[in-house]
């Protein structure tokens, strides 16, 4: 057991289990370091206060939350320690209860926080080039497609039937490359931290159902059945419609990509007291434990994936998106038996007395 502890205290990067019943049975010397406390007076504490010690490091855009679910999460933390500033990488997994703590019932977690600042830093110069590369792309693409667009409607005289059919191989080429010139800016934004978000009070249930609707086209040639599931009205949040929405149309269209034909990819909305939740669960491949720890990284994309297309950057995107929203993001999923990607977002603070009302209903799945 000693051997143990000090071959986990020697690790560089912070190590904090907590048992199955949410209290801190081990945080290892690097982490106890970074806090400015003795490792022992930790254990024992719960989560929540645990928490607090976190919180006076963390910015309070990435104030520590242990209540992920028994399954995989990572996000990205900013750490201030005086004039200081780090950036930390959280991952979380389920523990099984013999390593949570000897002997207890239940599965506990295991938070490991990887310093992560000199990649976060190279990062930041190469989406800032990547930023500046896309938007130069971006306008001659836009003039080609362009250009093909009105060729292939008639506007420069007839065309032969082999002409037409090279303009609309060069036109479903066009959009490619607009999609993914686009996603790209997105994800150098996010990554520089440039991303605006224009911020209103709103239901998701409206944004889900905007998101179906984008998303049907595709689903009905393959016979995909899509339906949004909300048991209760939903709180209210504050967040950008025109980003959840892409957020839920990203997921939606991953889970129809992978669906069966006559499956049906449901996107369940549901709340608590502080978060609206929105699953988008689908009954396709699944996929494989190994992989989920990777899913929502950059060109991450599985084998299955590849076959059937796409740039493996829309979770990356999607995931960017949600911690922009100061929410998370995890997915659920066993091969053979289809993914469940979930995230949540933080309910918005009542209005002051001084704003207005906020007017309309909820639509309705």
């Not at 502890?5 to 081990?26: K, M, P, Q, W």
Request: proline share 5%; hydrophobic share 40%.
């Amino acid at each position: 057991m000693m051997a143990e502890r000090n071959i986990l205290d020697s690790l560089g990067s912070g190590l904090l289990v907590l048992d199955a019943h949410d209290r801190v049975s081990f945080v290892n010397r690097t982490l106890a370091e970074m806090l400015h406390v003795s490792a022992e007076e930790c254990v024992g504490h719960s989560a929540g206060e645990f928490a607090v010690v976190m919180a006076r490091f963390a910015l309070p855009a990435a104030l520590p939350r242990f209540d992920w679910p028994d399954s995989f999460g990572s996000r990205d933390i900013e750490w201030r320690d005086g004039e200081t500033l780090r950036f930390f990488r959280e991952d979380s997994a389920p523990l099984a209860a013999g390593m949570a703590a000897r002997g207890s019932a239940g599965q506990g977690k295991v938070f490991a926080y990887h310093d992560v600042s000199h990649e976060k830093a190279v990062d930041r110069m190469k989406s800032e080039f990547i930023a500046v590369a896309s938007h130069e792309l971006r306008t001659p693409m836009t003039s080609i497609k362009g250009s093909v667009d009105l060729i292939l409607s008639g506007f420069a005289g007839e065309t032969s039937p082999e002409m037409q059919e090279l303009l609309e191989i060069a036109q479903k080429s066009c959009d490619r490359l607009v999609r993914l010139v686009n996603d790209i800016l997105d994800l150098s934004k996010i990554e520089a931290g440039q991303l605006k978000l224009n911020l209103e009070r709103l239901d998701v249930t409206e944004i889900a159902v905007r998101a179906i609707c984008a998303v049907k086209p595709l689903a009905d040639k393959t016979g995909v059945r899509l339906r949004v599931y909300r048991p209760l009205p939903l709180p209210i949040v504050e967040a950008d419609p025109d980003r959840i929405e892409q957020a839920i149309t990203n997921l939606v269209s991953n889970a129809v990509k992978f669906s069966p034909p006559n499956a049906e990819v449901v996107v369940e909305l549901s709340s608590d007291n502080l978060w609206v939740q929105c699953a988008v669960c689908d009954q396709g491949v699944g996929i494989a434990e190994k992989d989920l720890h990777r899913i929502f990284g950059k060109f991450q994309q599985l084998s299955e994936g590849r076959r059937r297309g796409g740039t493996g950057l829309g979770l990356a995107i999607t995931r960017g998106l949600i911690d922009e929203h100061r929410g998370s993001i995890w997915v659920e999923s066993r091969v053979g038996e289809g993914s469940r990607f979930i995230f949540r977002l933080p309910i918005a603070s009542p209005p002051s007395p001084s704003a207005p009302a906020l007017a309309g209903q909820a639509v309705k799945p």
